[in-house]
């Protein structure tokens, strides 16, 4: 397993982290506190939405390609997703059309839920041709069109709220608006795969019986997020809401390199494990565990040490204290979260076991809806952070324990501890800087931070990073010392 695969996704991983945060920088301003907390409720219940309806069939597309694949049914397959994402898209625009007709609501809610739906359909659409291309490693495809949706998306959400009076809904139609064309792009070559196939109501029902009991846990816990997001806004207003959605907006990065790590390595885990038996998908998860921490932890503290400049950098003026109180136990919990979705899931979805995830997870939110009813009030952002954190946390301990009767994940222990002592000097070399404020202290920690980190990994060796360097000198050097020919 080669690291330059696992790292074939960092385009996309940057193009994502700057989307994000300048999401942050843009919506903060151009909205009010109470309106950019009303679209930080609108987005988690869309995604709670997505979740439900959509993320089975996608979840699907990348697990049973592989099968259809070596069955020669490929085009069964394709012409199956396109028949659920018709049926499921159209139920859900009728739906939400019938909804917005016969409920009274007021008219800014009518069309961010009408631009919230018909983006949610179109994203639908793209996902199930990303979600295979994962799977057949077309990872350059992947990368480009995913940077597409968000670039376009992004860039026609801010032109929508500055140029028309569309307040939260806005975003939503940037991202219609993105879905659309991405879904036009893919439209020809999905038809094609599917030619000569057929949908199949046995085949969608394999699909369903795998895929719903894994969106029902990722809702589950999508579910917990809103009903949270929900009790701070009661508890601690609107604004307070807005400050936790700026920073857990300004914590995405850890999120993408959990993203571009695990697309990375899920295709070549779930090969493994079904190609060449339960050892070789040990191996490939132990390189995985090792890159994720490589990658997870110094990124964590990091946004921890710069939360403060960070926030007051890319967050409106009233919601930037209350965003850098939540960072760091954002980022806490993120490193948890991370693991749980991105590598303990794992030993779930190998065995087909989504269901028996599901179930387990309802303890780490029971957790963390009693703490944030606890902390919301009298610590605002900050409460629901910590409560998340710790939901996080009980999450990881429960999936580790059970996960290991079904297939027991390797935790390169010798490796953890190499990439958690790199980080501890990195902390150390950040802490000794002098006192500075603003931009100059945002670029001063990131800058030592990442060169500290560099040379501790290298002096303890971390994923083998001396004897890659040594070998990159040794090509490099006798190209060094050919010498120039001047014509």
Request: with cysteine; glycine share 8%.
């Amino acid at each position: 397993m080669k690291l330059t695969r696992a790292l074939s996704l960092a385009p996309l991983q940057i193009a994502q982290a700057l989307v994000g945060l300048g999401a942050i920088a843009a919506f903060t301003r151009l909205m009010s506190p109470e309106e950019f907390g009303r679209y930080a409720l609108a987005l988690s219940a869309s995604m709670l939405a997505h979740t439900l309806l959509f993320t089975w069939a996608e979840a699907a597309a990348f697990r049973f390609f592989s099968a259809a694949r070596a069955e020669k049914r490929l085009a069964d397959h394709f012409a199956t997703l396109i028949a659920l994402a018709f049926a499921l898209g159209a139920i859900v625009l009728v739906a939400t059309g019938a909804l917005l007709a016969f409920v009274g609501v007021r008219e800014d809610v009518a069309a961010l839920s009408a631009f919230a739906a018909g983006a949610a359909v179109f994203r639908f659409l793209t996902r199930i041709t990303r979600e295979s291309e994962r799977a057949a490693f077309d990872i350059g495809r992947y990368a480009a069109l995913e940077t597409a949706y968000l670039a376009v998306g992004f860039a026609a959400g801010v032109a929508l709220l500055t140029r028309f009076d569309l307040g939260a809904a806005a975003p939503f139609a940037g991202l219609l608006l993105a879905g659309a064309i991405i879904a036009l792009i893919d439209a020809p070559r999905l038809i094609t795969r599917a030619k000569g196939g057929a949908p199949s109501l046995n085949r969608a029902t394999t699909y369903a019986s795998y895929g719903a009991p894994l969106a029902l846990a990722l809702a589950l816990d999508l579910g917990v997020q809103t009903i949270a997001r929900f009790i701070l806004a009661h508890q601690a207003g609107v604004a307070e809401l807005g400050a936790f959605a700026a920073a857990f907006g300004l914590a995405r990065p850890l999120d993408l390199v959990f993203i571009g790590t695990g697309a990375a390595f899920a295709p070549l885990l779930l090969a493994a494990f079904e190609d060449r038996g339960t050892e070789a998908a040990r191996e490939v998860a132990a390189k995985s565990f090792t890159l994720l921490a490589a990658l997870a932890l110094p990124a964590a503290v990091g946004l921890a040490l710069v939360s403060q400049p960070l926030a007051a950098l890319l967050v409106g003026e009233a919601l930037s204290a209350g965003a850098a109180a939540a960072m760091p136990w954002l980022a806490l919990g993120g490193v948890f979260a991370g693991f749980n979705l991105y590598y303990l899931s794992e030993a779930f979805q190998l065995t087909r076991r989504t269901g028996r995830r599901a179930l387990i997870m309802i303890a780490p939110g029971v957790v963390q809806i009693a703490l944030t009813l606890m902390l919301a009030a009298p610590m605002g952002a900050a409460g629901a952070a910590i409560a998340g954190a710790t939901g996080a946390i009980c999450g990881s301990v429960l999936l580790g324990a059970f996960g290991r009767r079904l297939f027991a994940l390797p935790m390169p222990l010798g490796e953890l501890a190499r990439i958690t002592t790199a980080t501890a000097l990195m902390a150390a070399a950040v802490l000794c800087l002098p006192a500075m404020t603003g931009i100059a202290a945002l670029i001063a920690k990131a800058s030592v931070g990442a060169l500290s980190y560099g040379f501790a990994c290298v002096a303890l060796d971390v994923f083998g990073m001396r004897a890659r360097l040594t070998s990159l000198i040794a090509k490099l050097a006798p190209r060094a010392q050919e010498p120039s020919h001047v014509a």
